[in-house]
Nanobody, 129 residues
Framework: QVQFVESGGDLVHTGGSLRLSCVGV????????IGWFRQAPGQEREGVSC????????YYADSVKGRFAISKDNAKNTVYLQMNNLKPEDTDVYYC??????????????????????WGQGTQVTVSA
């Protein structure tokens, strides 16, 4: 079952910024871990950033550290991915997904996208050189 609806993708120039949003389809964000993932055509899906709700622990892929930031707004039932200093290699379809089982770390969720199958439609980010 799809958990989120993603939006905010766009075409930007190298060095630009975007903020992606994913709104939960249910009335709250009470998931143990929520993450952003991305996938290019013909490539494997990769975890970009994940956040654990219990303590706010975050994980970032090495390729985005210092440039991307994940955040949650429980009142708006929305998870954000602020992306700065975008590079052409950030061009991908970006997806949001939550781990519903407790006791799993943010890093584990992010590095094992193959555990999951309930992906939404995603939002396209294209960074031009």
């Amino acid at each position: 079952q799809v958990q989120f609806v993603e939006s905010g993708g766009d075409l930007v120039h190298t060095g630009g910024s975007l903020r992606l949003s994913c709104v939960g389809v249910r009335s709250n964000l009470d998931y143990p871990v929520i993450g952003w993932f991305r996938q290019a055509p013909g490539q494997e899906r990769e975890g970009v950033s994940c956040i654990r709700s219990s303590d706010g622990t975050t994980y970032y892929a090495d390729s985005v550290k210092g440039r991307f930031a994940i955040s949650k707004d429980n009142a708006k039932n929305t998870v954000y991915l602020q992306m700065n200093n975008l590079k052409p290699e950030d061009t991908d379809v970006y997806y949001c997904l939550a781990e519903e089982r407790s006791g799993i770390s943010a890093q584990s969720v992010c590095i094992m996208p193959e555990w999951y199958s309930n992906w939404g439609q995603g939002t396209q980010v294209t960074v031009s050189a």
